[in-house]
């Protein structure tokens, strides 16, 4: 089992920029490709970025690409999403997510995670 804990929401003006963090406990979090998700009020949940086991290997959703950057710090056991120049589109829930793959690529389907954090709440307002 891998429990996973997003941290670094927050309410922050257009334009701003905000960390979130997700903190990895269990199984050996060097084992796991990451990404991040989220889900805005009335709609489903939709990718943002993933990071192979490397860190090397990255991928964004066309939304973000430029914006933030996912990045992991196995010696924490952390995964990380610099978010900058916010908009109010960004406003959603973050989770992270945990999955299993050979090699260092990446997952950009939520379907094929394994493991979910709660989510934290990021809202993007003047």
């Known amino acids: 089992q891998v429990q996973l804990v997003e941290s ?6 257009p334009g701003a920029s905000l960390r979130l963090s997700c903190a990895s406990s269990g199984r050996t979090f060097t084992n796991y490709v990451m990404g991040w ?3 805005a009020p009335g709609k489903e949940r939709e ?18 690409k430029g914006r933030f950057t996912i990045s992991r710090y196995d010696a924490k056991n ?10 109010p589109e960004d406003t959603a829930v973050y989770y992270c997510a945990a999955g299993v793959l050979s090699g260092d690529g990446y ?6 995670y394994d493991y979910w954090g709660q989510g934290t709440r990021v809202t993007v307002s003047s």
């Open 8 to 13: 670094g929401g927050g309410l922050v003006q």
């Open 78 to 87: 952390t995964l990380y999403l610099q978010m900058n120049s916010l908009k």
């Open 47 to 64: 990718f943002v970025a993933a990071i192979g086991r490397s860190g090397n290997n990255t991928h964004y959703a066309y939304s973000v």
């Open 107 to 112: 997952i950009v389907t939520a379907r094929r």
């Open 37 to 39: 998700f989220r889900q």
